[in-house]
C-alpha cells in the first residue's frame, strides 16, 4: 500500500537518546505489545479489546476521551479521540494514527507503532504543561477499509472547523528511521518542524514516487482541508500486512526515534500562534549533512543538469564529435549498466536467500548486507575499468563517452520532469538535478588535462554530495521489495549500477603528459570504439 514511503533513508534508524528517556521507549513497547497481541480488523473483538487499551491510557492522563461510533457496510466502526487543552490556543494540531490492523495481521508495525508513539507523546504532553494550542488526538477505526474513520470525522465532527494542521502516523514496517514522505502543499511551518528533529530523515522526492501511486493514508483525506504532513516507519518492509507483523519485529531504536521526532514537531507547531498562512516548500535530508528546505520556484531552474551537461560536451572539438561521444556513449552506458546490475543481481539473490531461504522473512539488516555485496562487487567494476583507462588512452576516451552517456539520460530525465511537471511541486528534484550538475563538473576536471593528483581529487570532492544524495535510494528502494527476494536483489542492482554510472567521472583519465582533452584525438568521422 505504501510503497514508496521510504525514498530518503540511508541506515537503520539513528543511534542516541534522540531526547526520548528510556522510560518513555519502555512505556511505548509495552503499548505496542498490548496492541499487537493478536489481528484487530474493525469489528473484531480483538480491536474492542485495544479500543478499551488505549481509551483506559488516554483517560489514565486526566483527559477526556470520547468516541464516535458508526455502522457500513454491516461492521461496526469506533474513532478514539481525546484533547490537551492549550493557554492561548485559537485552533486545533490533529495527531492522528489508525488503531485498526488487517485480518491475519498483528499489526505491530502497521499501525501499532503510530498508536504507542501517540500515547507517549501524550504523556510528554500531559507531564510537562500545555502548549500554546490544543493538540487533539484521533485514532482512527476502519483504515484497512479505506480511510473510513479519518472520512468520517472529516464529514461530522465539530472539530474540523478548528484544525489548522495535521500530524498522521504510519508505517510499512517495524525498522529504520521514522521517514517524513508526505506534506500538504502549504507546509512550510509543517517542513521546518521537521528539520528541528533530532536526525531528520526524508525527501519530498518521496512525495514524487507516492503521488504517482493509486495509495493513500489517512492524512489524503484531509489534503485541501488543512495543512498537513505524513511520517512513516520506513524500514523492515517485508513485515508490511504479515501475520509476523509483531511487536518483537519492532526495533527499540525506531520507536525511540518516532516519539522524539513527532515530539518535537508537535511541540514546535502547537507551541506557537498559527500562521496566517503556509508556503508551499520542498525538503530534503542528507545522510551525515544535514537538511535543507526551499521554496518552489521556477521550472527554468531546473533546466541546471542539462546546462551542466551542455558544457560538457562543448568541451568537444566539433558538433560530429559531440554527436559521435553522445550517441555511443549512451549505448555504452546502457552496456555498462547491464554489465554491472546482471551479476550484482545473482550476488544479491543468492545472499538473501542462503541467509533467509524460504522460512524467515529477509530482515532490514540482511537487506543491507546484500548491498554491501553488490557495493563491492560495483566497485570492483569501476576500480578495474579506471585502472585500464589508465594504461590505454583508448580505453580512456571509451571512459568519457560512458561518462557524458550516463549524464546526459540523467539530464535528459530531469528536463522531462520539469516540462511533465510530476510530482506536487515543480523543484522537488532539484537535488538530483544538483547531482548530475556536480556530476559534470566533476567530469570537466577529470577530463581537464593538467593538474594531476590534484585535479582528481577535487574531482572526487565534487561527487561525495552527488553521492551522499543518490545513495538514500540505493538504500531503501530494496527495503521494499525486499518480501520477494528475486525483487529486492533486482531493486539493489539496478540502483547500485545507476550509482557506478553516477560516479563514472572517475573512469576519465587525460593524460597527464599533455595527451588530448576531451574530443581531441577523436578522428574525423570516427566515435570512441569498443566497450
Not at 120 to 146: K, N, S
Not at 188 to 211: N, Q
Not at 232 to 254: E, F, R
Not at 508 to 531: F, I, N, T, W
Request: charge should be neutral; aromatic fraction near 6%; glycine fraction near 12%.
Amino acid at each position: 500500500k505504501r510503497q514508496a514511503l521510504g525514498l530518503g533513508v540511508l541506515e537503520l534508524a539513528p543511534r542516541g537518546s534522540m531526547g526520548v528517556d528510556d522510560e518513555s521507549v519502555a512505556g511505548a513497547r509495552r503499548d505496542l505489545e498490548m496492541i499487537a497481541r493478536e489481528p484487530r480488523p474493525s469489528g473484531s473483538r480483538a480491536i474492542a479489546s485495544v479500543r478499551r487499551y488505549l481509551g483506559g491510557e488516554l483517560a489514565g492522563l486526566g483527559l477526556e476521551v470520547t468516541e464516535q461510533t458508526w455502522g457500513e457496510s454491516g461492521t461496526t466502526f469506533t474513532n478514539l479521540m481525546a484533547r490537551i487543552p492549550g493557554e492561548e490556543s485559537t485552533g486545533v494540531l490533529l495527531l492522528m494514527a489508525h488503531y485498526d490492523s488487517v485480518p491475519g495481521s498483528p499489526g505491530a508495525a502497521d499501525d501499532g507503532t503510530g498508536c504507542a508513539t501517540v500515547l507517549a507523546v501524550a504523556r510528554e504532553l500531559v507531564l510537562v504543561g500545555p502548549l500554546m494550542q490544543d493538540v487533539l488526538i484521533l485514532l482512527t477505526d476502519g483504515e484497512e477499509w479505506g480511510m473510513r474513520g479519518a472520512k468520517y470525522f472529516r464529514d461530522t465532527h465539530a472539530a474540523m472547523g478548528e484544525i489548522r494542521a495535521v500530524v498522521n502516523l504510519e508505517a510499512m514496517g517495524g525498522e529504520g528511521p521514522l521517514a517524513c514522505f508526505q506534506a500538504s502543499f502549504e507546509n512550510d511551518g509543517l517542513v521546518e518542524a521537521w528539520r528541528e528533529t533530532e536526525r531528520p530523515v526524508g525527501s519530498s522526492l518521496a512525495e514524487v514516487v507516492y503521488s504517482l501511486m493509486p495509495n493513500n493514508t489517512d492524512l489524503s483525506v484531509f489534503m485541501g482541508k488543512a495543512p498537513g504532513i505524513n511520517f512513516a516507519l520506513v524500514g523492515g518492509g517485508n513485515v508490511y500486512h504479515q501475520t509476523y507483523d509483531v511487536a518483537d519485529k519492532v526495533a527499540d531504536p525506531s520507536l525511540r526515534h518516532s516519539i522524539g521526532a513527532v515530539g518535537t514537531v508537535v511541540r514546535r507547531v502547537a507551541g506557537s500562534p498559527w500562521s496566517p498562512s503556509m508556503e508551499p516548500r520542498n525538503w530534503f535530508a542528507w545522510p551525515f549533512l544535514g537538511s535543507v528546505t526551499w521554496p518552489v520556484s521556477s521550472r527554468e531552474l531546473g533546466l541546471v543538469s542539462w546546462a551542466s551537461l551542455l558544457l560538457v560536451l562543448a568541451s568537444l572539438n566539433t558538433l560530429r564529435d559531440r554527436l559521435q561521444v553522445l550517441s555511443m556513449g549512451v549505448f555504452r552506458a546502457i552496456g555498462m549498466l547491464l554489465a554491472i546490475s546482471a551479476p550484482a543481481f545473482v550476488i544479491g539473490f543468492v545472499f538473501l536467500f542462503l541467509r533467509s531461504g524460504l522460512r524467515e522473512p529477509v530482515s532490514h539488516g540482511e537487506v543491507h548486507g546484500m548491498l554491501a555485496l553488490q557495493g563491492v562487487w560495483s566497485m570492483c567494476v569501476l576500480g578495474l575499468r579506471l585502472r585500464r583507462a589508465g594504461a590505454d588512452p583508448e580505453r580512456g576516451r571509451r571512459n568519457l563517452g560512458v561518462a557524458i552517456g550516463a549524464l546526459f539520460v540523467a539530464s535528459a530525465a530531469g528536463v522531462v520532469y520539469a516540462r511533465l511537471g510530476l510530482g506536487l511541486r515543480d523543484l522537488d528534484a532539484l537535488p538530483m538535478r544538483g547531482v548530475v550538475a556536480l556530476a559534470a563538473s566533476a567530469l570537466l576536471l577529470a577530463a581537464h588535462r593538467g593538474g594531476g593528483k590534484g585535479r582528481r581529487w577535487a574531482a572526487a570532492a565534487l561527487l561525495i554530495p552527488a553521492a551522499l544524495t543518490f545513495a538514500p535510494f540505493v538504500s531503501l528502494l530494496p527495503q521494499i521489495g525486499s518480501r520477494l527476494e528475486w525483487l529486492g536483489a533486482a531493486m539493489g542492482a539496478v540502483l547500485l549500477g545507476l550509482f557506478t554510472l553516477l560516479v563514472s567521472p572517475l573512469m576519465v583519465r587525460a593524460d597527464p603528459a599533455g595527451a588530448s582533452p576531451p574530443g581531441e584525438g577523436l578522428p574525423s568521422g570516427e566515435g570512441p570504439q569498443g566497450a
